[in-house]
């Protein structure tokens, strides 16, 4: 259980440390924009990797049984946040939306908040975290709640911190947007 504490600490950590501060800025700055990212995804994919092996090595105490009610919601649920979640992957080709990775050239678009965006800003975050807290719900042992509530509490803080990143860097284009 100690391995998978410790995954979930650095995958919700890079992410709230590194990807959503100052603190890209500044590596950006001294490595460049495509250097950090292939670092930054390596980085992730590693972390990503160790919190799934360590999920499937800890042990599964059971904290609590799900009541039969709660499993059609939940169920529900983790069904809508896959829709959202799809609905909000960026598309193979331009142009991506502007909350999605490499897509802040399309806040220039005057159609930039179209179909899903316009709904939730951060679709592909909002599906995640509707469907880890889904299975936070259904799953009830100690490693399902380390990996689902990692899991959630990382898409909930993403948007705040994606939009003050497109804030800082896009100014007004990125008010008019969010304005959308």
Same mark, same amino acid.
């Given at each position: +259980?100690?391995?998978?504490?410790?995954?979930? +600490? *650095?995958?919700?950590?890079?992410?709230?440390?590194?990807?959503? /501060?100052?603190?890209?800025?500044?590596?950006?700055?001294?490595?460049?924009?495509?250097?950090?990212?292939?670092? $930054?995804?390596?980085?992730?994919?590693?972390?990503?990797?160790?919190?799934?092996?360590?999920?499937?090595?800890?042990?599964?105490?059971?904290?609590?049984? /799900?009541?039969?009610?709660?499993?059609?919601?939940? +169920?529900?649920?983790? $069904?809508?946040?896959?829709?959202?979640?799809?609905?909000?992957?960026?598309?193979?080709?331009?142009?991506?939306?502007?909350?999605?990775?490499?897509?802040?050239?399309?806040?220039?678009?005057?159609?930039?908040?179209?179909?899903?965006?316009?709904?939730?800003?951060?679709?592909?975050?909002?599906?995640?975290?509707?469907?880890?807290?889904?299975?936070?719900?259904?799953?009830?042992?100690?490693?399902? *709640?380390?990996? $689902?509530?990692?899991?959630?509490?990382?898409?909930?803080?993403?948007?705040?911190?994606?939009?003050?990143? #497109?804030?800082?860097?896009?100014?007004? #284009?990125?008010?008019? $947007?969010?304005?959308?």
């Amino acid at each position: +259980m100690i391995a998978l504490l410790l995954a979930a +600490m *650095l995958f919700v950590g890079i992410h709230a440390i590194i990807s959503g /501060t100052r603190l890209r800025a500044a590596l950006v700055g001294a490595i460049g924009e495509r250097a950090y990212l292939a670092g $930054f995804s390596l980085l992730s994919i590693g972390a990503l990797g160790w919190l799934i092996l360590a999920y499937a090595a800890a042990p599964r105490p059971a904290l609590w049984s /799900t009541p039969g009610w709660l499993r059609g919601v939940a +169920m529900l649920g983790a $069904f809508l946040g896959v829709v959202l979640a799809g609905g909000g992957a960026p598309p193979a080709g331009p142009p991506a939306a502007p909350t999605a990775p490499g897509g802040e050239g399309t806040l220039a678009r005057p159609d930039a908040a179209r179909g899903i965006l316009r709904v939730p800003r951060h679709p592909f975050l909002s599906g995640v975290a509707l469907w880890a807290f889904a299975h936070l719900l259904l799953n009830g042992d100690g490693a399902s *709640l380390v990996l $689902f509530a990692a899991l959630t509490v990382l898409a909930l803080i993403g948007p705040p911190s994606i939009d003050a990143k #497109r804030a800082r860097a896009h100014g007004e #284009r990125w008010r008019q $947007f969010v304005g959308q």
